[in-house]
């Protein structure tokens, strides 16, 4: 194992100068302060004490920026993994005790492990099975549950815990005559403030302006009297050090959540990591990012950190702000840890009202609009892994919600495969120049032998596609009546097992009906692959030809003289 392996931040290091130490302490900057309101927000989700968000936000980034490989990835706290963690763990404790946050510690630490050895296994391309539909999906109804969940903050309810999502709402229609006007003031001023500083100053942190805003609202109210719930004075230390629970109760209880925060945060990570790459021009890979998401939470499990993968927000801002290598993210953990010991007493001034309406601007950006429309307005397999998933994170467990969007992916995906394309070509004499080449005839309607067709199989042969390509074969001999089938296989990468018994039993069966399954210009691996497995012996060499004009001359001799006697087609140079 190289060097560069181990310590994969040794890559970078060497592309440091002083032009880009600038540039990633001015994006660093940029990161630590929209970090910091989302950071208290995203705790909140996740059922801990805010500054538990911003432990993640410091330990987190660093950690992934080490060992991870996208320049400009931000690994931290998210809206989805937050709600993951809450709902996963909340089954087991109550949000906010000791308990829930060594449970909730616990399981970013599984989760840490899995994603690890997912890594070390190379199991990057993976990813690659799984449609970002399943993200989409799913953030779309975790955005949904987060603003059901902000609710009873916003509109100052007192709403039982645990309830569904259907049962919150009806508790919230059954309560609207208890609306707590004067907290729906100071949640509508930050939502409405922070938007507005959107709009007219994008280069301001605007969730940072709407919680300022909302607690001069909050200060004012409390002046005449009005009792505002305040979120509280953060503790103004670094991240301190914590151990998990490793007790085996615990592992066994935790392992199966674990394994699907560890799973989303994979996906997260992976697609915003290659969707800022696609900008850059730079090549990601997966296995060093699962590597460096998987170190990145075990090392924060024990520093008071808990599940983070990649934030698209920050990521984004962060390649926007001109960041050139990952010290940007370390930059910016570094001045986070700078605020919060400078500032965070002032959170004591805080009303929980005005963190609900920054966390409903969260939610609402967590949908993705349009690619959703997108989605639904080409793509029927799509729409219904976006649906699927949804509505099962809306009404069911998010964990099973994640299982099934997953599944649903991996089923479209092989439902594809298993219908490999089938094209039938002919040769087409009149290409101009005097040269004859086999076309598809779907393309260019061209006369056809009648004891000969030609295929292409532009997939692999394995065991999910056999039954389509068998069929085929059937058609093309009891239905067609032509028992001489010539395969070109410059599309086939893979002939499995099953694949190899199919293909015997299909061309055992054309010879005893005087005919056979030739095979011309099978790549050289698989070719190597079949004759290893013998199949190439059984099948008879002289069934396998290089060159397609090789493998015509050779069965040309083969077909019926009385027949050939009779067509008019004359589609080959023996014809004549």
Not at 129 to 143: D, E, K, Q, W, Y
Not at 426 to 442: F, Q, Y
Request: aromatic share 10%.
């Amino acid at each position: 194992m190289s060097l560069f392996a181990l310590f994969p931040f040794l890559r970078w290091f060497r592309l440091i100068t002083k032009q880009t130490l600038r540039a990633d302490l001015i994006a660093g900057f940029t990161g630590a302060v929209i970090v910091l309101p989302q950071g208290v927000a995203f705790a909140t989700i996740a059922g801990l004490p805010p500054e538990y968000g911003l432990y993640t936000a410091m330990i987190t980034p660093i950690i992934a920026a080490l060992f991870g490989s996208s320049f400009h990835l931000i690994s931290g706290p998210t809206t989805a993994i937050s709600i993951v963690v809450f709902t996963s763990v909340s089954h087991h404790a109550e949000p906010g005790t000791p308990e829930f946050i060594t449970l909730v510690l616990t399981i970013t630490f599984l989760a840490g492990v899995y994603q690890l050895i997912f890594g070390l296994a190379r199991m990057g391309k993976l990813v690659n099975f799984v449609s970002h539909t399943v993200v989409i999906g799913f953030t779309a109804g975790a955005a949904i549950l987060i603003a059901t969940s902000q609710m009873k903050n916003v509109l100052g309810l007192t709403l039982p815990k645990g309830e569904t999502f259907l049962h919150t709402w009806v508790e919230i229609w059954q309560q609207l005559s208890g609306i707590n006007y004067y907290v729906l003031v100071i949640a509508v001023c930050t939502l409405v403030s922070a938007l507005i500083f959107k709009r007219i100053f994008p280069a301001i942190p605007n969730l940072l302006v709407g919680l300022v805003v909302g607690s001069i609202v909050a200060y004012w109210m409390t002046k005449y009297g009005l009792d505002i719930e305040l979120v509280g004075e953060i503790p103004a230390h670094l991240p301190p050090a914590s151990i998990p629970d490793f007790s085996y109760s615990s592992i066994k209880m935790l392992a199966p959540e674990a394994f699907a925060v560890a799973l989303l945060g994979l996906i997260e990570a992976v697609s915003i990591s290659r969707a800022i790459a696609n900008k850059s021009n730079q090549r990601i890979d997966a296995n060093q990012e699962f590597i460096g998401q998987g170190l990145s939470n075990i090392a924060g499990s024990f520093f008071s950190s808990y599940a983070g993968s990649g934030s698209f927000t920050r990521s984004g801002v962060n390649y926007t702000s001109g960041a050139k290598t990952p010290l940007s993210a370390i930059f910016a953990a570094f001045i986070l840890m700078a605020i919060v010991l400078s500032i965070a007493p002032l959170t004591a001034y805080l009303p929980v009202a005005a963190m609900g309406g920054v966390i409903l601007i969260v939610a609402y950006k967590l949908i993705d609009f349009h690619h959703i429309k997108q989605i639904l307005k080409n793509s029927k397999s799509e729409s219904t892994i976006l649906l699927t998933t949804f509505f099962a994170t809306l009404l069911l467990e998010l964990e099973f919600a994640i299982y099934l969007g997953v599944l649903l992916s991996l089923i479209v995906f092989l439902a594809r495969t298993a219908t490999p394309e089938i094209v039938t070509l002919s040769i087409d004499n009149d290409s101009g120049g005097g040269k004859r080449k086999l076309v598809n005839i779907h393309n260019k309607p061209v006369n056809q032998c009648p004891q000969l067709k030609i295929i292409r199989i532009d997939m692999s042969v394995y065991f999910g596609s056999l039954d389509y390509i068998q069929n085929r074969i059937d058609q093309i001999s009891e239905k067609e009546r032509i028992v001489h089938i010539l395969i070109v296989a410059t599309g086939i990468n893979l002939i499995d097992l099953s694949g190899e018994e199919m293909l015997l039993t299909a061309a055992n069966r054309l010879k005893q009906q005087g005919g056979g399954l030739y095979f011309s210009e099978l790549k050289g691996r698989v070719y190597e692959a079949v004759s290893r497995h013998g199949f190439v012996k059984k099948v008879g060499n002289q069934y396998f030809f290089d060159k397609k004009r090789d493998a015509i001359r050779s069965i040309h001799k083969r077909l019926s003289q009385d027949i050939c006697d009779k067509c008019e087609a004359h589609i080959f140079i023996e014809c004549e």
